[in-house]
């Protein structure tokens, strides 16, 4: 059974930090790549970070640019968020997917991933 499990979530300050977690179960991890989005109340997923399977490389959106910094552990089967200078807009559901063939520049797309996980609630407050 494939699963991806998000923790690391919860309530934060401000200008605090968090770092999120993805178990990943159920499939050869180290030929996805992962992706983190993030869902508002009453706003769109959207996408907030990706990384490549094997290679390094990694995308993020504007909206984090310079707070974010995904990873994984390829050995552990787990990806990483970690999540700087936290804003009031930053609260959001954040889930992670994986990916097993993606296109060029379809990062952003929910469409482009196979997997989802259940989400980990980031609320930070002002």
């Known amino acids: 059974e494939v699963q991806l499990v998000e923790s690391g979530g919860g309530l934060v300050q401000a200008g605090g930090s968090l770092k999120l977690s993805c178990a990943a179960s159920?499939?050869?991890?180290?030929?996805?790549?992962i992706a983190w989005f993030r869902q508002a109340p009453g706003k769109e997923r959207e996408a907030v970070a990706w990384m490549s399977s094997d290679d390094g490389i990694t995308h993020c959106a504007d909206s984090v640019k310079d707070r974010s910094t995904i990873s994984r552990d390829n050995a552990k089967r787990t990806v990483f968020l970690q999540l700087e200078n936290l804003r009031p807009e930053d609260t959001a559901v954040y889930y992670c997917?994986?990916?097993?063939?993606?296109?060029?520049?379809?990062?952003?797309?929910?469409?482009?991933?196979?997997?989802w996980g259940r989400g980990t609630q980031v609320t930070v407050t002002s």
């Open positions: 997917a994986a990916a097993e063939f993606i296109q060029n520049g379809a990062w952003r797309t929910q469409g482009s991933y196979d997997y």
């Open positions: 159920g499939f050869i991890f180290n030929e996805y790549a």
